[in-house]
């Protein structure tokens, strides 16, 4: 099955500082990759869908400027949390498809947890 | 996308077959249902998929009545490692086709005891 890797598995940094999460697609080509949080005990909401070569789409409430989205190959996206404070604690999941796979057919990173002090 | 409603959490037992109900009384013509488990700290994984009737692969098994308004999820001879938290979600492949986000409602937190 197609496997989505998160790098890194988990991450703490202090209040002020900027952090770069990767997700790669490693045996497909991602057209698409979808950025979601999930906060504890809470469901996936998601943030942002990201194409390949062109801008980010945000979700209504998702600072732009805040969380950096970047999907320069058909492999790799990256998230970027700028200025992280202690509310953006969270567990940061993505996901890919591919082109002409049919909705709901997403493959999931592993996540990645992080955590402001 | 059509809203779905989950029972928030259930229990059972080890060697017990459990069945998960979803309503999606909005569903569309065009619109699957799909499953997704998820474990603690880890990303959501796909279980099954279908539109009508009954589906069935290797883990699970999907039954869909007439009206398409519910869906029930079958895990058969559960074990502890199935304790995971497994959300049904609806929408359109026509539609999305892989380009659109999914929307995950609460979710039912499924919890196995020896």
């Known amino acids: 099955g197609a496997v989505v890797s998160q790098h890194p598995s988990w991450v703490i940094c202090k209040s002020g500082t900027s952090v770069k999460i990767e997700c790669r697609s490693l045996?497909?080509?991602?057209?698409?990759m979808f950025w979601y949080r999930q906060f504890p005990k809470q469901s996936l909401m998601l943030m942002a869908t990201?194409?390949?070569?062109?801008?980010?789409?945000?979700e209504q409430g998702v600072e732009k400027d805040k969380f950096l989205i970047n999907h320069a190959s058909l492999t790799l996206s990256t998230l970027t949390v700028t200025s992280a404070h202690p509310e953006d604690s969270s567990f940061y999941i993505c996901?890919?498809?591919?082109?002409?796979?049919?909705?709901?057919?997403?493959?999931f990173g592993p996540g990645t947890r992080l955590t402001v002090l | 996308l059509a809203k779905t409603t989950q029972p928030i959490s259930m229990d059972s037992y080890e060697g017990q077959e459990v069945n998960i109900t979803c309503s999606h009384n909005?569903?569309?013509?065009?619109?699957?249902i799909t499953w997704y488990q998820q474990f603690p700290s880890q990303g959501p994984r796909f279980i099954i998929q279908?539109?009508?009737t009954k589906v069935t692969n290797e883990v699970a098994s999907l039954f869909i009545p007439a009206d398409r308004k519910s869906s029930t999820l079958s895990l058969p001879r559960v074990s502890l490692s199935d304790t995971a938290v497994y959300y049904c979600?609806?929408?359109?492949?026509?539609?999305?086709?892989?380009?659109?986000?999914?929307?995950f409602g609460k979710g039912t937190h499924l919890i196995i005891q020896p």
């Open positions: 996901s890919a498809s591919s082109l002409g796979s049919t909705y709901n057919e997403q493959f």
């Open positions: 045996d497909f080509q991602a057209t698409t």
């Open positions: 990201s194409n390949e070569g062109s801008k980010a789409t945000y």
């Open positions: 909005n569903i569309a013509t065009n619109d699957y």
């Open positions: 279908g539109y009508k």
């Open positions: 979600l609806v929408g359109d492949p026509l539609k999305g086709g892989g380009a659109d986000g999914l929307t």
